[in-house]
């Protein structure tokens, strides 16, 4: 569904005359609004049906009290727009966006929710209320755990997809930015995004450890591409904080921190725009590196369960720290996008992070052969 949902968006609609190209910084015309709403108001009830379904048949999962809260705000978001009636002027049109800006909201809260599910889940099976065994017979096997994963990473991906959808199509409504395309900015600098980030996490590392490393930038600063500032900014704020942390706990008793190195590099023809975040805060030992990945295993009690800040971020993802969601959220955005990430550690040195980004459109001119 997610496939077909994208592709035709981004076939029929994004890649419309009016989207990309002669749409210039003027306010979306009537017309695109009326058929974006249409287009919306038809498939986000068929994916909000899709998780429905799916969070139903999971075991354990299901189960859980947040999981069902969860499912009680997709029933409810999913009854409200098989409810609205054909989007047909731009009366209808303007409805249909109040309706699905405040479904956005709405949603606004769900990820934590889920997050709390499954740190429960995690905390049950930790404390052995929820008996994990590798017999494939138990009520709560490693495979049914699996399961859960596989459904997490299916929930997140496809709310991702909803809400850059509804994003898009909610900041087309509202007065243009320059270069930006509703949320899409065509000349995307990841130097910039990166020294945003890197300010945001230098002030939060400071006011938890006192110091912070400094973050290096270098290699392509001068590079711009088609992406969502917004979501290039959640990763890179979620890889630099556990580098820097990484950093001081390291190097507690040190009184100089080695530097946090960002290096922005873009892949030949145009393809991949890569970000590299080395820092030298000890690493990871390579039998926990899949742990990180993971919303139902981490390391409880081990520094990796400290791998984000508590309590005191600003961003969207707030409330998220502590619950080690971060990486594995980071990369379900990364991969959105068609990118993915990447980590390697030398364990007793430090880690090495891999951001590969997909370009959202062709921004260079073709150049001849
Ligand atoms: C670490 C652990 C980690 C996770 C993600 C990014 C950077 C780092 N550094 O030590």
């Given at each position: ?238 890889l630099?904080?556990n580098?820097?942390?990484a ?34 805060g000890g690493g990871i030992p390579r039998s926990q590196i899949e742990k990180i990945w993971s919303?139902?295993y981490t390391t409880?009690?081990s520094s990796l369960?400290?791998a ?16 080690g969601?971060?990486l594995p959220?980071?990369r ?8 993915d990430i990447d980590l390697m550690s030398m364990d007793g040195h430090g880690t090495d992070v891999f ?15």
């Open positions: 569904l997610m496939k077909t949902g994208r592709g035709e968006m981004l076939g029929k609609t994004y890649k419309s005359e009016a989207f990309m190209g002669r749409l210039g910084h003027q306010l979306a015309t009537n017309r695109i609004l009326i058929q974006f709403a249409s287009f919306l108001s038809q498939e986000i009830p068929i994916r909000l049906a899709h998780r429905i379904r799916d969070l139903d048949q999971v075991p354990i999962l299901r189960d859980m009290h947040a999981v069902q809260q969860v499912k009680a705000i997709y029933i409810r978001s999913f009854l409200e727009m098989i409810d609205f009636p054909p989007i047909l002027n731009s009366n209808d049109e303007q409805k249909f966006a109040h309706m699905l800006g405040d479904l956005y909201t709405k949603h606004s809260g769900v990820l934590v929710q889920m997050a709390k599910g499954a740190y429960e889940l995690r905390e049950g099976i930790r404390s052995g209320d929820i008996n994990v065994s590798k017999d494939v017979d138990d009520d709560f096997s490693l495979e049914s755990l699996i399961d859960c994963h596989r459904c997490l990473d299916r929930f997140y991906m496809s709310r991702i997809g909803i809400r850059v959808l509804a994003g898009q199509y909610l900041a087309m409504r509202q007065e243009p930015q320059n270069n930006y395309i509703g949320m899409i900015c065509q000349k995307t600098s990841p130097s910039a995004v990166v020294r945003e980030a890197a300010a945001n996490v230098t002030k939060l590392c400071t006011e938890r450890y006192g110091r912070a490393p400094e973050v290096q930038l270098i290699g392509r600063l001068d590079l711009t591409f088609p992406y969502i500032p917004t979501y290039l900014h959640y990763i890179v704020l979620e630099l904080k580098a820097l942390r950093t001081c706990e390291k190097f507690e008793l040190s009184s100089s921190l080695p530097p946090v190195v960002v290096v922005i590099a873009d892949g030949t023809d145009n393809e991949d725009v890569v970000i590299k975040i080395t820092d030298e919303y139902l409880a009690g369960q400290k984000v800040f508590s309590g005191k971020d600003h961003s969207d993802m707030s409330p998220m720290a502590g619950l969601y971060g959220i980071s379900s955005y990364a991969r959105y996008f068609g990118g951001v590969y980004l997909k370009r959202l459109g062709d921004t260079k001119e073709p150049i001849p052969v």
